[in-house]
């Protein structure tokens, strides 16, 4: 039984992921504290609600609406979406100190090295060794301002972003084990990251490229099935490129189970459907680059980069296109 | 100079293809005759009206509302969109005899097989060697019932399915230059229509793969571009497995000459926009499998295959949708 992390702990990115372990945190009597955009004054009055499988709660929020009056915390927790990494650094810069631990819980490549980026250019010496990266398996929702449901799973992978697990590291997973959170400590987190997007590569990437295509839909059609398995394939020797040897019986294992999911849809065909950015680069993006480094020919993930990508860009100009056609009819 | 077909033309699927071709015939003397459906009551009352780049023009049609009232002919062109391909053997039952020829002008790979197909089925006994396929180099499109816009092109490149040019190869062609449409002879009908498949297959596919992904689209886009190539190499690479070697050199003038083309709009992505079926088999599927059985890896082409599948799928079942609430409506 390891030590439970105990100290001041800052929620980035309140939305379905980091309001949902936020509020787990603060039930259990941890001090939490969340950083909120436009749920700020809903959360301040009422607090936040979470309709979950394990049981329904709210808590009272301490709630800020800005990273300066949050201010410095032992622990950060970024739960934003990669559409938002932009804001990352301009955000972090009030609330790490020189001990601040900082765990991202977002999805796919690259988020680690752009937070140890942005504090390195903070004046943080060694950040890299501060860092830690979750893969939360998890299926939440924000359904309205300060109300999030949460229909199934919740728990965390957790590694260090750079070297092995260390006492501090398991001193995190036990947090969220104190607050009926699942959490198991790994000592690659490159290789729990590239074993994730063995699965969210071909359901979330075919789930936007092939319209509206949930995981049945991709598995039930022959050439569809075959791409998936290409897809884990490109992802597989993309990740020996980048260091990290996955069992090729992976892309097996993953195809069986993902026919027990039913007509699973994955967050990225949510976010097209809702019209919401979506984590293209992280998910995609930054797996292609990797594999173009290493000089492996990924064409299945350069096609799907390709297509999804401008997808997602065409769904940005709709949106934009809706809201002034809204204004100018008020 | 080689003599020219004389006889009786019949002419099946009469649109935005058949209709412009069979309209020229006819008005150059030749002994054309239409069979139509959808258009049979506007045609034979106000006849044929093509607006033409090359210069307006109407022309008063011999139209029948079924291939039984058509009659045999001594030759048959198949304008047919290849979506209807199942009603080809009815079709060509009651106007091929034991003489007639039969040319297809339709889109991709597999026509004229499944022309021979039905003649022998029908009795024909070596009816291969009277079918011929034609690519026509055209942007026309039907307008409204009679009523066909040509805007640019119109040259067609023409093969014996079966064997070398002959002299009654020469003399259809002869017949489309005798009504001003520049047409070529060669001795390799794969040759032809593979190399078209080399632009179609990335061009077409993409443009609906990648949603409204014009030519531009794709050219100024580094994955798209990336992928367009690609799948102009997967399909060298499967002609070559169906016997068809093609100089890889044409990837570079194709894309050159696309880019010269501005953001123009492939057949296939029109007929999404508009709601029509897709030739998804004849241009994507037929490749594929010729690929498959050749044992040539085309995981571009898979994946497009599927994704434009599906597309098409999804979009007749909108179709069929939005018929029935029209319906209900009524």
């Known amino acids: 039984m390891s030590n439970c992390f105990s100290g001041r702990i800052g929620i980035i990115g309140a939305g379905a992921l980091g309001g949902f372990y936020g509020a787990r945190l603060a039930r259990a009597g941890h001090d939490v504290h969340f950083l909120m955009r436009s749920d700020y004054e809903t959360v301040r009055e009422n607090g936040l609600r979470v309709n979950s499988i394990d049981g329904d709660f709210s808590i009272r929020a301490e709630v800020y609406s800005s990273a300066g009056e949050l201010g ?53 010496r060694g950040a890299e060794e501060r860092i830690l990266g979750g893969i939360a398996f998890i299926c939440s929702n924000r359904m309205a301002p300060g109300v999030i449901n949460h229909t199934a799973h919740g728990w965390i992978r957790l590694a260090k972003f750079r070297g092995s697990a260390e006492e501090r590291t398991h001193a995190i997973a036990e947090l969220f084990r104190s607050a009926g959170i699942e959490c198991e400590v790994f ?12 699965w969210n590569i071909p359901f979330n990437g075919l789930g936007v490229a092939a319209e ?32 990290v040897e996955i069992d090729p019986e992976l892309t097996d294992r993953m195809i069986a189970s993902t026919y027990n999911m039913g007509d699973y849809k994955s967050s990225m065909q949510i976010d097209f459907a809702q019209g919401r950015p979506l984590e293209v680069e992280t998910i995609l993006g930054e797996p292609l680059r990797r594999a173009q480094r290493g000089g492996i020919a990924t064409p299945r993930l350069e096609m799907l980069y390709g297509i999804v990508r401008r997808r997602d860009h065409l769904n940005r100009l709709r949106e934009v296109a809706g809201e002034i056609l809204a204004e100018r009819g008020k």
């Open 212 to 243: 509206e295509a949930h995981s049945a839909a991709v598995l039930d059609d022959d050439a569809l099935h075959a791409t998936a398995r290409g897809l884990m394939e490109e992802t597989i020797a993309a990740a020996r490129a980048d260091g």
């Open 187 to 198: 000592d690659s987190l490159a290789r729990i990251r590239w074993e994730k997007l063995v």
């Open 72 to 124: 410095p915390c032992d622990l950060v927790i970024i739960g934003l979406k990669t559409t938002q990494n932009h804001a990352l650094a301009e955000l972090l810069a009030p609330v790490v100190g020189p001990r601040t631990l900082v765990l991202t819980l977002q999805n796919g490549l690259g988020n680690e090295e752009q937070i140890a980026e942005a504090l390195h250019q903070q004046g943080h």
